[in-house]
């Protein structure tokens, strides 16, 4: 699939630049600046973090002090895009621009074997990170116009490629023993998006924007290699599963099996959600 994306790009532009040709004193060329924040799904990552803290609560050996490895959602979202006017309502755009979310918990917790034993204590810190990289195409069609506004909807299809990140570090709070692991993994896959964008004329050259996007695109197979205690797992995945009423998450190269794991299946990266971005549009060469 990803070899697919360079020849459909290619595609749309042999099909639609005779129309720019062709449109009323030209095609126009502009570059397009944006940056703003997003919503992110993250379904099993968000399920499987909250029930990891869920868990630890419902067992009567452990509990938490303070702190919990909560769900995220919130981050940001930054690009550029080359357009070309196609004529008065129509123009077409490639693009590249980055999406990032995460955030790093801290958990304070207390363990014991059986209810005969003492508490131990532990201070659990956990980052973890989503980075993807879209590659867009898009198509904007003017639905209203006057010589200081203009209103478009906009949409298209884009290729998500990227990483997760996952660091997490224990430690016994009464000595100096801690434990860490480390897995990025990697993954892509095809999405679109649709929306719409508020134009503001500055002047002949210059446009300010506002656009509100929503998207969907999700990955199933992250891989990457899992470092953890000295030893290293080739080509891990990322694996959701349930530990009796919980969701939780599992990082191997194969699937988790025995009696604590249930319901098991490659977990899903939902990239799925919304974007608010402003900035600026910058005309290269405009049509008579």
Same mark, same amino acid.
């Given at each position: 699939?990803r070899?697919?994306l360079?020849?459909?790009i290619?595609?749309?532009?042999?099909?639609l @630049?005779?129309?720019?040709?062709?449109?009323?004193?030209?095609?126009?060329?502009?570059?397009?600046?944006?940056?703003?924040?997003? *919503?992110?799904? &993250?379904?099993d990552?968000?399920?499987?973090?909250?029930g @990891?803290?869920?868990?630890?609560?419902?067992?009567?050996?452990?509990?938490?002090?303070?702190g919990?490895f909560?769900?995220?959602?919130?981050? +940001?979202?930054?690009?550029?895009?080359?357009g070309?006017?196609?004529n008065?309502? @129509?123009?077409?755009?490639?693009?590249?621009?980055?999406?990032?979310?995460?955030?790093?918990?801290?958990?304070?917790s207390?363990?014991?074997?059986?209810?005969?034993?003492?508490?131990?204590?532990?201070?659990?810190?956990?980052?973890? $990170?989503?980075?993807?990289i879209?590659?867009?195409?898009?198509?904007?069609?003017g &639905?209203?116009?006057?010589?200081?506004? !203009?209103?478009?909807?906009?949409g298209?299809?884009? *290729?998500y490629?990227?990483?997760v990140? @996952?660091? *997490?570090?224990?430690? !016994?709070k009464?000595?100096?023993?801690?434990t860490?692991? !480390? +897995?990025?993994?990697?993954?892509?896959?095809?999405?679109f998006?649709?929306?719409?964008?508020?134009?503001?004329?500055? !002047?002949?050259? &210059?446009?300010?924007f506002?656009?509100?996007?929503? $998207?969907?695109?999700?990955?199933?197979?992250?891989?990457?290699?899992f470092q953890?205690?000295?030893?290293?797992?080739?080509?891990?995945?990322l694996?959701y599963?349930?530990?009796?009423q919980?969701p939780?998450?599992?990082?191997?190269?194969k699937?988790?099996?025995?009696g604590i794991?249930?319901?098991?299946?490659?977990?899903?990266?939902?990239?799925?959600?919304f974007s608010?971005?402003?900035g600026?549009?910058?005309?290269?060469?405009?049509s008579?």
């Open positions: 699939m070899k697919v360079p020849w459909l290619i595609f749309m532009l042999v099909l @630049w005779p129309a720019a040709v062709q449109a009323e004193g030209g095609p126009g060329f502009q570059l397009k600046f944006f940056g703003g924040a997003g *919503y992110h799904l &993250l379904d990552f968000s399920q499987g973090l909250k @990891w803290d869920d868990e630890v609560e419902a067992s009567p050996y452990s509990y938490i002090e303070k919990g909560q769900p995220f959602h919130l981050g +940001w979202d930054f690009g550029v895009e080359f070309v006017t196609l008065r309502r @129509w123009g077409i755009g490639l693009g590249a621009g980055a999406i990032q979310t995460g955030r790093e918990s801290l958990r304070e207390a363990y014991k074997s059986d209810k005969l034993a003492t508490y131990e204590f532990y201070q659990e810190r956990l980052t973890t $990170r989503v980075r993807a879209p590659l867009t195409l898009c198509l904007q069609l &639905l209203f116009s006057n010589n200081r506004m !203009n209103l478009s909807a906009v298209g299809i884009s *290729y490629f990227g990483t990140d @996952w660091e *997490y570090r224990t430690q !016994n009464s000595s100096s023993e801690f860490e692991e !480390n +897995w990025r993994g990697t993954s892509g896959a095809w999405g998006q649709g929306g719409l964008e508020l134009d503001f004329n500055i !002047n002949r050259k &210059l446009t300010f506002v656009e509100g996007l929503g $998207r969907y695109a999700r990955w199933t197979d992250v891989r990457g290699d953890a205690d000295g030893t290293t797992v080739k080509d891990a995945f694996w599963t349930e530990w009796g919980f939780g998450l599992a990082i191997d190269s699937e988790p099996s025995g794991y249930q319901n098991v299946r490659k977990a899903v990266i939902d990239l799925s959600g608010v971005r402003v600026l549009k910058v005309r290269l060469a405009a008579d």
